[in-house]
């Protein structure tokens, strides 16, 4: 991964950019903000009421199931808003392939749940499947977009992709 702006290759800044214009990124970028307004939503209304519910062991689970699914969707925007950045123009292709803009906090997002996920609500329940879903694909993407070897012209994936294509349709 590289250390500085400076270590970036062009390719590798090209890859991230055309990500960053894609159609794929627009739909990742509004579902992944309407599950932030969601959650927020429910996390600041029903859910405080259905916290209270909640036996002690169930509330103490409930407390760190909801930290869990902050930081999954805290992660995920900062990485989107750090693409719709590139997209806009308002931040160098190269700067986002730093490792402070990766996605990060895996163990944390990815690791098990506690005990008392059955008594949990199942709108809790049901937003943490879908944070850790979308959790993993912008996990994908961001190791797709940001591979440790080298990008070249020839592994450019949208260009492979064109090629493909062209070769087809006989371009």
Sequence with gaps: MAESVAEVSTARAEVVRDFARSELF??????????????????????????????????LSYAGESMRLTTRLMQVASWLLVQRAIREGDMDPREACLARYRIGAQSVCQGESGEGLEE????????????????????HLDRRMFLDEEVTEQSHPVRSQLERLQAAFGR
């Design 26 to 59: 627009e739909r990742t970028f509004s579902e992944g903000m309407e599950l932030v307004e969601e959650t927020a939503a429910y996390l600041d209304g029903e859910g405080r009421r259905d916290s209270k519910l909640l036996s002690r062991a169930g509330a």
């Design 120 to 139: 949990m609500p199942s709108l809790l329940v049901d937003l943490l499947g879908r944070s850790a879903r979308l959790y993993e694909r912008v996990l």
